[in-house]
């Protein structure tokens, strides 16, 4: 853990402060925020033609596989791009299925994203179904599941087109149930996971409001997306990536 943060500014540690405090960062990149179905924090004539973000790809037929633990407990997860779109809010999105699982094969975890990228290559989330399951796979909780348009939910930015350091945006709003956030910190060499050493990967702190104590590190490298995510306050969940297939 200490590896992936050393040399890392005291400015940067200041500024992620800032933002969970509320303070406004300069050069933000976050969509307004509204609070009503009937407004959206996006256009629909803007993903006419989508561009591919290299960053945060969505080709169908790729499957990500990571491994990782949460509070001692290890599990593994399988992130697939499927060929299903969803249309929300007048857009296409596609239709993405995240699978976590215990080491004895269990389920944990299962949701159903909605991404989609617009016309410039900005990477959009309009939601998510979510569920979480105890060992004899019954359901424990739905939290944290939403749709933009639905019940004052609004789309958020996942991944801008040309990230830059201290680009901030909201990744997704629906008050009390969604409210992650991110902060672009920029750029480091490489890092090495179980899949192989990726270099000129770019970092970002990620938070909620609703856990204002717990703040992430992801790291994503080009074509893959992300290929580590941990915890570095409040928490100590840590995902690297293991594989990733391509199916035509």
């Not at 945060?56 to 491994?67: A, D, H, I, K, M």
């Not at 699978?99 to 991404?115: K, M, N, Q």
């Amino acid at each position: 853990m200490q590896k992936t943060f050393t040399g890392l500014a005291v400015s940067t540690m200041v500024g992620v402060a800032a933002v969970i405090a509320g303070t406004a960062l300069p050069g933000t990149t976050a969509p307004a925020v509204r609070t009503t179905a009937t407004r959206s924090a996006v256009d629909a004539a803007d993903f006419g033609h989508p561009v591919s973000n290299p960053w945060f790809p969505l080709e169908p037929g790729t499957t990500t596989v990571l491994r990782g633990t949460d509070d001692g407990e290890r599990f593994r997860e399988k992130v697939r791009v499927t060929d299903r779109t969803k249309v929300i809010e007048g857009v296409s999105a596609r239709v993405v299925r995240d699978v976590l699982r215990r080491v004895d094969g269990s389920l944990a975890e299962a949701t159903t994203d909605w991404y989609a990228a617009d016309d410039d290559g900005n990477v959009w989330y309009f939601g998510e179904r979510t569920a979480t399951y105890d060992r004899r796979g019954h359901v424990e909780s739905r939290d944290g599941s939403w749709q933009a348009g639905v019940d004052g939910g609004v789309a958020g930015l996942i991944m801008p087109a040309d990230p830059k350091a201290t680009d901030a945006y909201r990744q997704e709003y629906l008050a009390g149930q969604a409210e992650d956030q991110a902060w672009i910190v920029g750029f480091k060499g490489s890092v090495q996971v179980p899949m192989r050493t990726f270099h000129h990967v770019l970092r970002t702190f990620e938070w909620s409001r609703l856990e204002p104590g717990v703040i992430s590190t992801k790291l994503y490298a080009r074509g893959v997306g992300i290929v580590r995510e941990q915890d570095v306050a409040g928490g100590s969940e840590t995902f690297e990536v293991v594989a990733v297939h391509h199916v035509s």
